[in-house]
């Protein structure tokens, strides 16, 4: 295209911003950046060098990306605690309301539900007919009760014991079952959705800096990068100098620890910590921040 630049017609653009609905609208982009967005006729005289792509029977709207939920597996229960309900049903529906705010495409974690047995292969079945994009991390998670549980994609509703995580065949299957660095793994254990008193041993330690280094490894060695669930100032440490590809949530990384992601070229999901349990603790960091 001249000068790499291009402009994509449509019926309607629909923004975000002051412009709103623009009626023959059309965006201008050059060099992969959106240049200007106005009225078709406008944007055709000026950039008459422009390629055009011609959507004009199209509305084109905005659209958003979610690298992190849990619709799909722990959302319906959570919701909906004490009903009956057809989990994947209820699923999909919160799936549906999330494209209605715009989101198009969606990472969705998948650890294994204590209550319900299905496999990331059902979770992909469920979706298959969905109108917008799903792409699925397969997990392992621990969860902060007095006395720490495991679970795992692969393993589905059957707890696991620590030894597991580790296991060579496990994290082969949980890494080649995924499609992208999302919770991989959880250095601290989470408190999920359960209140402090159920999980007082929310935010331990998991892992030592061997065992990451090793669970790191053998994603490479399957050619998938990792992800991991972390925060606290020495947790993060720990994953950047094990190797992990990413880091969620990250609560607590500090200026040094950033330059040093970035020096890794290590990307940060600075997601909220997941629950009803973290609020309270949130709050109060950030007020000391």
Not at 75 to 83: K, N, T, V
Not at 95 to 118: K, M, N, V, W, Y
Not at 265 to 281: D, H
């Amino acid at each position: 295209m001249n000068n790499a630049g291009y402009i994509i017609r449509g019926r309607k653009i629909i923004t975000v911003g002051k412009l709103g609905t623009i009626e023959n609208g059309a965006m201008a982009v050059e060099n992969g950046k959106i240049l200007d967005v106005g009225n078709w006729n406008r944007l055709q005289n000026r950039y008459p060098g422009f390629a055009v792509i011609d959507y004009s029977a199209y509305v084109i709207t905005p659209s958003l990306v979610d690298c992190h939920t849990h619709l799909l597996e722990f959302a319906p229960s959570s919701l909906y605690p004490d009903l009956p309900i057809n989990h994947l049903k209820v699923g999909k529906d919160l799936l549906l309301d999330a494209l209605s705010s715009g989101i198009t495409a969606l990472g969705e974690q998948i650890c294994g539900h204590p209550r319900f047995d299905f496999s990331v292969s059902d979770y992909r079945k469920a979706v298959l007919n969905m109108p917008l994009d799903v792409s699925f991390a397969a997990t392992s998670i621990s969860i902060g009760f007095e006395k720490l549980v495991h679970f795992t994609a692969v393993t589905q509703s059957q707890a696991v014991g620590k030894s597991d995580l580790m296991d060579l065949n496990v994290v082969q299957m949980i890494a080649r079952a995924s499609d992208y660095p999302g919770e991989n793994l959880f250095i601290n254990a989470t408190p999920a959705n359960f209140t402090a008193d159920e999980v007082p041993r929310a935010g331990e330690v998991i892992y030592t800096l061997e065992e990451l280094k090793r669970i790191a490894e053998i994603y490479h060695q399957c050619g998938k990068r990792i992800g991991v669930h972390v925060a606290g100032e020495s947790s993060i440490k720990m994953a950047l100098d094990a190797g992990v590809d990413v880091l969620h949530h990250a609560h607590g990384i500090t200026d040094g620890l950033i330059k040093q992601a970035s020096k890794q070229r290590v990307e940060i999901v600075a997601t909220p910590m997941g629950g009803r349990t973290c609020l309270l603790i949130l709050q109060k960091m950030f007020l000391h921040w």
